[in-house]
């Protein structure tokens, strides 16, 4: 991505409803873990730090990212000292984790089984993995294009991927539902028209007017109380926690 696109992303990450959302429901999920206050967290790919003050909450944290850009925005926030890195063969810390997070990161990957192997040889024993990535191919956008995505994904498919590199499943939910027929709705109407429109800009970033913003993310958010009960049939996104051997996660 062009430096002016990370700008936008660390502008308005704060305070969009999209990110608002997904950090209430993420810290929702961690909490349940009920992690020791000194446990160790990796965000692998933190892109401009929006999830870092919340994650640093949760534990000593660690944060990697690809881009320069992104990563000096990151460490703009003076959270945590971001570093340079990716995945799977330039992870820049040695520790051993008792969570790690990829947050919209394993669609960005040539070789995502191979990241999550990796990613699990730096686990503990018992240590989780979280992820979440966009669903559904069918959505595929300019945004997707923008952000340089190989792939969106199905639940089974992530599922298959993850179980594969050695993790055993412990939840796995589609979330953004309530707003999957708008979403959907919208980017298949685009496509019908996008052969003569064809801008090469996205919009799902702008941030909307005030009231409308806090209706969405009040509403994207209260999925994390129907995410405590059970699996979400269908969403825009899709979220997993693994873990590397056969501790339950409460619920």
Avoid at 45 to 68: F, Q
Avoid at 77 to 106: E, H
Avoid at 219 to 227: K, V
Wanted: glycine residues 6%; contains cysteine; aromatic residues 10%.
């Amino acid at each position: 991505m062009d430096k002016d696109f990370y700008l936008q992303y660390a502008s308005i990450e704060d305070k969009h409803w999209w990110f608002v959302g997904r950090r209430l429901i993420l810290d929702q999920v961690i909490r349940k873990l009920r992690l020791s206050k000194n446990s160790k967290i990796l965000e692998a790919g933190c892109g401009t730090g929006g999830n870092l003050r919340m994650l640093a909450r949760h534990g000593n944290l660690d944060a990697m990212e690809l881009e320069a850009m992104a990563c000096k925005l990151a460490n703009e926030r003076q959270v945590v000292q971001v570093q340079l890195g990716s995945l799977p063969d330039n992870i820049p810390f040695t520790d051993k984790y008792d969570l790690i997070l990829m947050l919209d990161v394993l669609e960005h990957l040539d070789d995502d089984a191979q990241a999550l192997r990796t990613l699990h040889s730096r686990l503990k024993p018992g240590g989780w993995l979280l992820i979440t990535v966009p669903a559904y191919q069918f959505l595929w956008s300019e945004h997707d294009d923008i952000n340089h995505h190989k792939r969106r994904y199905v639940l089974k498919g992530l599922k298959q991927v993850v179980s594969q590199a050695g993790y055993s499943i412990r939840y796995s939910s589609y979330f953004n539902s309530f707003l999957f027929p708008i979403v959907a709705g919208v980017r298949i109407i685009k496509k019908l028209i996008r052969s003569n429109t064809n801008s090469g800009n996205s919009n799902d970033l702008l941030l909307p007017p005030k009231p409308i913003n806090q209706f969405l993310s009040l509403l994207f958010a209260s999925e994390r109380h129907l995410m405590d009960r059970f699996s979400l049939p269908f969403g825009v996104s899709v979220l997993l926690l693994a873990q590397k051997n056969t501790q339950t996660y409460e619920t």
